[in-house]
C-alpha cells in the first residue's frame, strides 16, 4: 500500500525544522555556553559553538536553514496566493510581498543596522540576517511569477556559477583579499559618508587588500564587519530557491517515501557539490558564503528537514514537539528577543535572580542560572503571544 502526505497538509516537518533551528540558536547556544562558564565542556563541543574564518561548524549552520526554511515556505504561502488570483500577480500579491520585505528589512535596520541612533553617519543599511532573508525572498517571489519553469531554475544556478568564479577569479578566500569584501567597500563608498565611523575603521582594518593589520575596533566586532552582503545577495537568493525546490519535491500526489527518496538525493547532491568544491580548493568560508560552503549548508538542510519528514509526516511520530513547535510558530519574536531586546531579558533575570548566589551559597552559578530565567522569559513571552493570537488578538 502507497503512503501518500496530500499536498493540501500542512507539512508538520517544515515547522518543527524552523523551531529546532531557532531552538538551537535562542536557547541550546546560551545554555551550553553557560554550563561551559560554570564547569567547562570539550573543546570540540565548544568549537561548533564558534564561527571560524574557514570551516564548518553546527553555529554555522543557523543562518544559512533559516534562510533555507524562509525558501521552504513560499510554496505554501505565495503559490497558494497567485493560485488564487489564476496564477497572476495581482495588487495584493505584491503589497504581501513588499510588506514582508519592507517588514523584514525594518527589523533588520533595527536589530543591527543602528537605525535608532538617527546619525546618517552610524546606520547600516544592509547588515543582519533578516535582511537577507527579505532579499532572498524577494528575489524567489519574483522568479516564480515567470512561467517557465528551465528558465526559473536556471536564476539559482546562475547565481551560483556567478558567484563562485568571482570570488575564485578576482581574489582570494582571507579575510583581507576576498572579492565579495572589496565590492562591499566599494558600494559602503558610495552609499555611507565619508566621515563615517564604520567607514573609517574598514579603511584601516586592511580589508580592502591593503595587507594592513586589523584595528582592535574591527576584531573586537569580529563578525558584524567581516560579514558581507551586498554581492552574496546572489546566495542569499540561491540559499532561498534550495528551500523552495526541497518543499516543491514534497509537494504533489505522489507516494510519501518517493518524495522522502528524492529529498534524500537532492541533499546529498548538494553535500557532494560543497564538498567537491572544497577538495577543489574553494574554501569553506561561512563569514563571505563561499560556494563550497553554501552548498553543504544547503546539503545538510534539506537532509534535515527529510529526515524529519520520515519521522513527523511519514511515520507521525509527533509527540513532545509542542516547545519546539513554538519556537517555530514566533520565531521572528524569538529572534528578536534573543538580539534586540537582550539587554531588556538580562536584565530582567538579573532582578529574579539576584538572590541565587545568596541561595547557593556563592555567585559560581550565576551564569548558568541567568542563562536559564532568560531562556525561560523567551518561552514566557511566546506563550502569550500564541495565546493572544488564539483569541485573534
Known amino acids: 500500500m502507497k503512503t501518500t502526505v496530500p499536498s493540501s497538509e ?117 547588515d543582519n540576517t533578516l535582511q537577507s532573508i527579505a532579499a532572498g525572498y524577494l528575489v524567489v517571489a519574483a522568479a516564480i511569477l515567470i512561467p517557465n519553469r528551465w528558465i526559473r531554475l536556471a536564476i539559482p544556478i546562475s547565481c551560483f556559477v556567478v558567484y563562485g568564479l568571482l570570488l575564485h577569479v578576482f581574489g582570494d578566500y582571507s579575510l583581507n583579499g576576498n572579492f565579495a569584501a572589496v565590492v562591499e567597500q566599494n558600494i559602503l563608498c558610495r552609499i555611507v559618508p565619508a566621515a563615517s565611523e564604520t567607514m573609517n575603521e574598514i579603511r584601516t582594518s586592511g580589508i580592502l587588500g591593503d595587507g594592513s593589520a586589523l584595528s582592535p575596533q574591527v576584531l573586537a566586532r569580529g563578525t558584524e564587519i567581516h560579514y558581507t552582503w551586498y554581492l552574496t545577495t546572489l546566495m542569499f537568493a540561491f540559499m532561498t530557491f534550495c528551500g523552495y525546490y526541497a518543499t516543491k519535491i514534497l509537494q504533489g500526489d505522489r507516494p510519501a517515501w518517493a518524495k522522502a527518496r528524492d529529498l534524500f538525493l537532492y541533499g546529498a547532491g548538494l553535500l557532494a557539490v560543497g564538498w567537491a568544491l572544497a577538495l577543489g580548493g574553494v574554501k569553506m568560508v561561512k563569514h563571505i558564503f563561499t560556494v563550497s560552503f553554501t552548498a553543504q549548508a544547503m546539503g545538510w538542510s534539506a537532509l534535515l528537514l527529510a529526515v524529519l519528514y520520515v519521522l513527523t509526516d511519514i511515520w507521525k ?50 551564569p548558568l542560572a541567568l542563562a536559564v530565567l532568560v531562556v525561560a522569559e523567551i518561552v514566557a513571552v511566546l506563550r502569550i503571544r500564541r495565546a493572544l493570537k488564539s483569541k485573534g488578538a
Not at 534586540?340 to 550565576?366: E, I, M, N, S
Request: with cysteine; net charge positive.
Open 10 to 126: 500542512r507539512l508538520f516537518s517544515l515547522d518543527l525544522l524552523r523551531g529546532l533551528d531557532m531552538l538551537f540558536l535562542t536557547a541550546v547556544v546560551p545554555l551550553l555556553k553557560a554550563v561551559h562558564a560554570v564547569w567547562g565542556l570539550p573543546d570540540g563541543v565548544m568549537a561548533q559553538l564558534q564561527h571560524p574564518w574557514e570551516g564548518f561548524t553546527a553555529y554555522d549552520l543557523i543562518m544559512p536553514l533559516f534562510i533555507f526554511m524562509c525558501g521552504a515556505a513560499i510554496p505554501l504561502s505565495l503559490e497558494r496566493r497567485l493560485a488564487r488570483s489564476g496564477g497572476r500577480a495581482d495588487a495584493a500579491y505584491g503589497k504581501h510581498v513588499l510588506g514582508r520585505f519592507a517588514l523584514l528589512w525594518g527589523l533588520g535596520l533595527l536589530v543591527q543596522g543602528r537605525i535608532l541612533s538617527f546619525d546618517w553617519n552610524c546606520i547600516r543599511l544592509y
Open 317 to 366: 511520530l509527533r509527540r513532545g514537539c509542542g516547545l519546539v513547535l513554538l519556537f517555530g510558530q514566533f520565531a521572528l519574536t524569538a529572534y528578536l528577543l534573543e538580539d534586540c531586546f537582550k539587554p531588556v531579558t538580562l536584565a530582567l533575570a538579573k532582578f529574579l535572580g539576584a538572590g541565587l548566589p545568596h541561595l547557593f551559597g556563592t555567585a559560581r552559578y550565576q
